[in-house]
């Protein structure tokens, strides 16, 4: 089956680093992957669509500046966390559609900033 | 509105019960429906997609209904394994083509016990 492989699983940094999150998809290509976030006790959240090889599509909301998306190949996509502050802490999951039904998700990745 | 809603819970069901979650949601153009399951502070994992004529699944059977906008999910002979937060999951009608991020309800906390 489809598998989408996201690192790191967990992340500790300081205020005003910038944090990179990747997500592979390792059997399957993917020209368009989803990066969400979840808050403790809440449902995930779209963040914004990444789109191989053209600009991503980010949600109403969401800071396109703070929130960098590049999705240079078929099956890579990053999420770069710029000038993190404590309230970026989340846990940020990626996705893609896969081969067969429904859609794939990474493992996630628990940003704590402090 | 929100745009995909379920009873939050927690259910607390004794094992070898039968259990059934219901779900709406907002956009009556919504192509396509999931249950997932997430597990404490893990990724979503799809537990089965939801078609119109219903379908079943070992334990598990889902449902929809367009005409009121609802999806169910219903489980049978409850496991402790079973304890986790479902999800009901739309994917919005497509426009313009490309693909769409999902859309997640909060989740139902279900608790089985012994």
């Known amino acids: 089956g489809a598998v989408v492989s996201q690192h790191p699983s967990r992340v500790i940094c300081k205020s005003g680093t910038s944090v990179k999150i990747e997500c592979r998809s390792l059997?399957?290509?993917?020209?368009?992957m989803f990066w969400y976030r979840q808050f403790p006790k809440k449902s995930l959240m779209l963040m914004a669509t990444?789109?191989?090889?053209?600009?991503?599509?980010?949600e109403q909301g969401v800071e396109k500046d703070k929130f960098l998306i590049n999705h240079a190949s078929l099956t890579l996509s990053t999420l770069t966390v710029t000038s993190a502050h404590p309230e970026d802490s989340s846990f940020y999951i990626c996705?893609?559609?896969?081969?067969?039904?429904?859609?794939?998700f990474g493992s996630g990745t628990r940003l704590t900033v402090v | 509105r929100k745009e995909v809603e379920q009873d939050p819970g927690p259910f607390n069901v004794p094992e070898g019960a039968t259990v059934a979650f219901n779900c709406t949601y907002s956009?009556?153009?919504?192509?396509?429906f999931f249950w997932y399951r997430q597990d404490c502070r893990k990724e979503p994992k799809l537990l089965m997609s939801?078609?119109?004529s219903g379908n079943e699944d070992g334990r598990f059977t889902a449902q929809l209904n367009r005409a009121s906008q609802y999806i169910s999910l219903l489980i049978r002979d409850s496991k402790l394994s079973d304890s986790a937060t479902y999800l009901c999951?739309?994917?919005?009608?497509?426009?313009?083509?490309?693909?769409?991020?999902?859309?997640f309800g909060k989740g139902t906390h279900l608790i089985i016990q012994p």
């Open positions: 999951v739309v994917n919005p009608a497509h426009s313009g083509g490309g693909a769409d991020g999902l859309t």
């Open positions: 059997d399957f290509q993917a020209t368009t």
């Open positions: 990444s789109n191989e090889g053209s600009k991503a599509t980010y």
């Open positions: 996705s893609a559609e896969g081969t067969g039904d429904g859609y794939t």
């Open positions: 939801v078609y119109s």
């Open positions: 956009n009556s153009a919504s192509q396509s």
